[in-house]
Nanobody
Framework: QVQLVESGGGLVQAGGSLRLSCVAS????????MGWYRQAPGKQRELVAT???????DYADSVKGRFTISRDNAKNTVYLQMNSLKPEDTAIYYC???????????????WGQGTQVTVSS
């Protein structure tokens, strides 16, 4: 069983910063890509940022220049530094990990339970 546990969400004023963390634990052979997604009330879940094991990154246009994703492969941990937060960033943020649970190399997706980020105006 693979578990992802997020932390770091909360309430912040517009223009402020938050740092999200997500730790993957359990029986997994290798984690490849990791990322963050978010879902605002009444909206579909959307990609925020992803990072490969080789540290290649990709961002949604709406967060480019404000958010930074990073990871520590040795700790199976991914981070999301969020600066210049806006009210429209308010959402539940979900951690995602994509990897191989066993040496059969079957790709699987794992999700955290989500952490609430609220940005007040």
């Amino acid at each position: 069983q693979v578990q992802l546990v997020e932390s770091g969400g909360g309430l912040v004023q517009a223009g402020g910063s938050l740092r999200l963390s997500c730790v993957a634990s359990g029986s997994i052979f290798r984690i490849n890509a990791m990322g963050w997604y978010r879902q605002a009330p009444g909206k579909q879940r959307e990609l925020v940022a992803t990072i490969t094991r080789e540290y290649n990154t990709d961002y949604a246009d709406s967060v480019k220049g404000r958010f930074t994703i990073s990871r520590d492969n040795a700790k199976n941990t991914v981070y999301l530094q969020m600066n210049s937060l806006k009210p429209e960033d308010t959402a539940i943020y979900y951690c995602n990990a994509r990897g191989w649970r066993t040496t059969l190399l079957i790709t699987e997706d794992y999700w955290g339970q989500g952490t609430q980020v609220t940005v007040s105006s």
